[in-house]
């Protein structure tokens, strides 16, 4: 840490979070509240193919229509703008927001209608002629990656946007060398987090000022970049507002193609645009999708359980575009171990289209995934060796003497206490009753099985994977900001530089400044700015805030007591060693009735500059902008680098029944060990915590974006696409443990994707556990109850058959 | 997912309404419009006009007639839930509510709305298969019954003839004084829409044997179906698990089950067996501990 | 169409298009943004008003048709200006809502709960509340909530002859 906070007086104290006041009384400012003067409504048209040559678009019945203004296609629209920004080098895979020429996949925008209300737009759409001639199209990623696939984009001449292989270590020696070897391959079925609310925009293209004001449920980072890019209008003439409450983001709000689609139309037509996405349109062409991962992982290991080497191909199906998403391959690299000490690794990503939707960031970005192929592999190492899965982990865990640790692919960790956190949990739970539980479940007839997983939820957004994987990208900034202003009646003022979705950010800045300045954090404003009047920031993504939005904070209040103390010490005459800050007062160290409060400070700097210091501006306005800890070096040439400057670490244990005959699974019992470092607001991080286990047990039992042969999503709607409510969410009991990072100015680490990082390996290692004395296993995600049905009654059928010839003979 | 537009009507009474029904083959009857308004949102329906029968007060009601419980058709399922008279004389019907979606559906759904929706998962025509209900609707002034047997035909498809309005309809009393219930559903969420569902009442004779016996699945075929032959052959039985678990395999032994995204066809069979017996055993414990309160 | 619709305690009188969902109404002419659309197909729960004090989707309903009975929404539950019901200030202390957006319609459901009954178990609050998706918090903050509002409620000063 780079000062040390002695005793804490509002970090880690159990504060209400002040967002919440809005939010209970109905008074959130979301997207769809926001109503601007003649303003009007988008409806999209959409292909009903996986993938088709458009041949024309008759748009004169619909602009005949009752209140329609105007219909865009995708000709105009892409003679006019810029297309969308990708992650990486692929020139001959243009993203848009309306398909040009061609739609690659059933549910792509075709066309835009504009009318007085939503209604009449969608009135007028489907009065829309498309014209369309179907072309062959793939769905699977492994067909996508055969010669002679159909190509989702010909001028690329292939299906694969990116097949990279890194290897750390001498990971063909570490195989040879090691007696034991184990393969296993682990589908990540395709799934998001899905927010209650859809993306929204609204946009408003003021020529006389030549400023385009943005209203949008979004996070993302570079969006003000993105959209004055892709109009061609300086960056100067966008203006985000930053104080649209976003309803749950999770990663997935980035809605960049609506954006730049109602920005056109804004500018073109001369009156307010809003798009709100309505849930079909969300779930069919929102790109809001995620990951859909092959990973086909090879472990060399001893008799002792101990790991030497990995090896990971991990094949992601992206859908028919790419934005971002293609870096979920790259930033699990930070991370590629977990917290076990494996010294090798050899690393295959690659990322291939198809005529899907197109993916976007989902919450851990490709960890979660990840996380599953790594426990369940585990989990296989200690039952081929006939050992305990919490022992053989701790086997390879690294120990808490051992920090800062760098693993293979160059990114250290900063801090953590594995084992501890295990035991702690342990202690809570015992292993042992919960092992006899379970043997007394399967006597009663139940499938049931206790679920392992220990995994690290990297932390503070050192986007290095960007660079990884594509080498014409030299960027090493990653940047958040804070700026505090107390004015001239002495209240004070602080900003923060992007959206929020439900993370509490208000909060921590308050509390972080609270901390710093020692005056109560419920008396000091958070607002926020748009991006004319914003520092940098890089938004809420890689679990970052705490880390970069506190650290900011922190700066900025160190700054500003530095600035109080050092006009107290000039006015009363003392050198600056002698003054002493304390709870908003400054005194003299030798002659404490001597002093400044709060407001002889806020008199000075706003309105007595002759007792000013010399050289100091007056007021009282302070800034910093933050470079992520530890980043700012580039890969090295063998694709080694340092990602997120943090780990925060969690341990679940599960115990969880299936009903054999039903296969239907419960969770019994649901414990989580998790170390995010210093605690800034513990009802916060419980809360993430919580949210995450659901949306974990969300993508392992429940939620798929399943599409059938023909190239259509089944799960166009919430009752296909299945989200966990109250009844499928068990009691979950946190253990909370604090390892600080030495990396951030107060130990604290994120924690924006605990739960979600580890809940889903966990309950895929319960029910393999559960389904063990069968003799099956299932790897691929989500773990559905017809599957899991069939195949116990498979197996329990061919046991009988076995039984039966033992005894015929 | 804005409904397309249409014409709305209020009528006073069930005669007005078929009036309405007759003179536009487009229009439709919505009653708890927790289906109809989902499907028009997505523009899966798009009725010319509504006829909203909600507030006709007639066409709600539960009634004891003796030998029936007489329920109205716009009676909403969150009423029938807490019905004292359903869950005394006719508890499988009570005891399949509490399934139906949520407590917000259940307080407007009505139990009409879901018997002729028709679709093959839902909790009501199955309990009204079951117990042989008989439907009553309007049409051309003229009040018909029908039973359930003959009305279910397909997915979302009744032999309600167009232009006629549900009134309601008539579940049998057993008056037996061993009578019990079962009924199981799964799902992958507790209110969804089930894979597949299994009904069973039986009634006991002083032998302990049964004396009666019905049963029926739903969700696992385009309509919910009685194990006749299964009844046919526990009628006399001391309903013991092997018996029950044969009959009920027997009985479903021909049937070609629905696949679709959230189940396979094997898996509606063999779960229908298993929910089948399951209902039989539960409903011969509860005939076993009952003191039946019907008469 | 003309209609009266009966909100929160005041009848007023709407144009509305027959096809016009109660939810929509709310949000458009009466400028009653606490019901938020999440699914429109009445799934989420996001849009949940109280209908003759029955919590109920009111993307389910047209608003043609909620005329003749009393819709009160979370606007209706909110005591005043910058002030808290118990119920909502609740969820305040256990911070059961992040991004707000299913938060009205939790803070109705669970008054619908708590005006009926002021000792639900556990099991009570997650069936009540299971009807409304939450993507933040994994409910148990919501739960919190409501069993703590529950406590309170019961011991708030209320005539003993009152108190079941």
Known sequence: ?809 | MKAAPFEYSRPADVDEACALLAADESARIIAGGQTLVAMMAMRLARPTRLIDINRIAALSYIRDDGETIAIGATTRQCLVERDPLVASKVPLLARAIPWIGHAATRARGTIGGSLANADPAAECPLIAITLDASLSYRADGQTADISARDFFIGPMITTLPAGACLTGVSFPVWRGAKVGVGFHEVNARRSDFAFVSAAAQVELGDDGLCKRVAIGVGAAVDFPMRLERAEQQLRGSALDDAAVQAAVTDALADIDPLADLHASAEYRRRVAINLAARAVADARAHAQGSKNHAH | MRIELNVNGTVRELDVEPRTTLLDCLRDQMALTGAHAGCEHGVCGACTVLFDGVAVRSCLMFAVQAQGSAVTTVEGVTPGPGELSQIQDAFCETHGTQCGYCTPAMILVAHALLANNLEPTREDIVEAISGNICRCTGYAQIVEAIALAAERLRGANRPSELRK
Not at chain 1, 311 to 324: F, P, S, T
Not at chain 1, 561 to 585: F, M, Q, S, V
């Open chain 1, 1 to 809: 840490m780079s000062e040390a906070p002695g005793r804490l007086r509002y970090v880690s104290t159990d504060r209400r979070v002040r967002e919440d006041r809005r939010f209970v009384v109905g008074k959130g400012n979301f997207v769809a509240d926001v109503s601007l003067l003649n303003m009007k409504h988008v409806a999209l048209v959409t292909c009903p193919y996986p993938a088709a040559a458009i041949k024309s678009i008759d748009k004169s019945a619909a602009m005949a229509m009752r209140g329609v203004h105007y219909v865009l296609d995708g000709r105009e629209l892409a003679e006019a703008t810029l297309p969308l920004m990708t992650g990486l080098d692929t020139p001959n895979v243009p993203r848009r927001p309306l398909a040009l020429d061609v739609a690659r996949y059933a549910g792509e925008w075709v066309a835009a209608v504009v009318a007085d209300t939503r209604a009449l737009a969608e009135d007028a759409a489907e009065k829309l002629k498309v014209v369309y001639d179907k072309l062959p199209f793939v769905l699977d990623a492994e067909q996508a990656l055969q010669t002679g696939s159909a190509l989702v984009h010909q001028a690329h001449g292939s299906n694969v946007l990116l097949d990279k292989t890194f290897v750390w270590g001498e990971v063909d020696k570490d195989f040879a060398d090691s007696p034991r070897h184990l393969s296993l391959r682990v589908k990540w079925g395709r799934s998001a987090t899905v927010p209650i609310e859809t993306f929204g925009v609204v946009a408003s293209w003021d020529p006389w000022r030549e400023i385009l004001d943005v209203w949008a449920s979004i996070q993302m980072p570079r969006y003000a970049d993105q959209i004055g890019i892709a109009l061609k209008i300086p960056v100067s003439a966008v203006r985000v507002h930053y104080d649209v409450d976003v309803g749950g983001s999770y990663g997935v709000k980035r809605g960049i193609k609506h954006t730049v689609l109602v920005g056109y139309l804004t500018r073109r037509l001369g009156f307010p645009v809003r798009l709100i996405e309505d849930r079909l349109e969300n779930m069919r062409g929102g790109d809001a999708h995620g990951p859909e991962r092959l990973f086909d992982v090879d472990v060399a290991f001893d008799d002792n359980g101990i790991i030497r080497s990995m090896k990971m191909r991990a094949l992601e199906n992206v859908g028919a575009y790419a934005g971002r998403s293609p870096f979920q391959l790259g930033k699990p690299v930070g991370a590629i171990v977990g917290p076990y000490k494996i010294q090798s690794v050899q690393y295959r990503a690659v990322a291939v289209v198809t005529n899907k939707t197109t993916q976007e960031a989902v919450r851990g970005f490709g960890q979660a995934p990840t996380n599953v192929a790594i426990e369940r592999t585990i989990d296989e190492v200690a039952h081929a060796l006939g050992l305990d899965p919490i022992e053989v982990r701790r086997r390879n865990m690294i120990r808490h003497e051992e920090f800062p640790y760098t693993i293979p692919s160059g990114t250290t960790y900063d801090s953590g206490d594995y084992h501890t956190v295990i035991d702690k949990v342990l202690a809570h739970t015992s292993y042992e009753d919960l092992k006899k539980e379970r043997d007394r479940l399967r006597s009663t007839g139940k499938l049931a099985g206790i679920g392992i997983t220990a995994c690290l939820e990297p932390s503070g957004g050192n986007a290095m994977f960007e660079a990884l994987i594509n080498p014409k990208i030299t960027t090493t900034t990653f940047m958040d900001s804070c700026r505090i202003a107390v004015d001239g009646m002495g209240s004070i003022t602080a900003t923060m530089h992007t959206t929020s979705s439900g993370q509490g950010h208000e909060t921590l800045v308050g509390t972080v400044i609270g901390e710093v300045l020692q005056v109560d954090p419920d008396n000091i404003r958070v607002t926020r700015p748009d991006s004319l009047n914003s520092l940098p920031s890089g938004t809420p993504v890689g679990s970052r805030m705490a880390i970069m939005l506190g650290g900011a904070a922190f700066h900025a209040a160190n700054k500003l007591k530095t600035k109080l103390t050092t006009i107290a010490a000039h006015d009363l005459g003392i050198p600056l060693e002698r003054a002493a800050y304390a709870n908003g007062e400054v005194y003299d160290r030798n002659a404490p009735q001597n002093r400044r409060t709060w407001a002889d400070l806020v008199q000075i700097a706003h309105r007595n500059f002759h007792r000013m210091p010399s050289d100091m501006e007056p007021g009282l306005a302070v800034s910093h902008v933050m470079q992520v800890p530890t980043g700012g070096t580039l890969p090295t040439a063998d694709g080694r680098v340092q990602m997120y400057p943090c780990t925060s670490f969690e341990f679940h244990l599960i115990l969880l029944t299936i009903d054999p005959d039903l296969g239907l699974p419960e969770i019994v019992c649901y414990r989580i060990g998790h170390d995010c470092g210093t605690v800034i607001n513990p009802k916060i991080v419980r809360g993430m915590t919580m949210g995450g286990v659901a949306h974990g047990i969300g993508a392992a039992l429940y939620e798929e974006f399943a599409y059938d042969g023909e190239g259509q999503l089944m799960a166009q709607s919430f009752m296909d696409y299945l989200l966990p409510s109250s009844h499928e969410v068990p009691a979950v009991e946190i253990i909370q443990h604090v390892t600080p990072s030495p990396n951030t100015v107060l130990g604290q680490k994120g924690s924006g994707e605990s739960g979600y990082l580890g809940a889903p390996a966990a309950v895929a290692n319960a029910i393999n556990d559960a389904l063990r004395p069968l003799g099956i296993s299932t790897n691929t995600l989500p773990i559905k109850v017809s599957v899991l049905g069939d195949m116990i009654a498979e197996a329990q059928e061919k046991a009988q058959e076995k039984a039966q010839a033992n005894k015929g003979h």
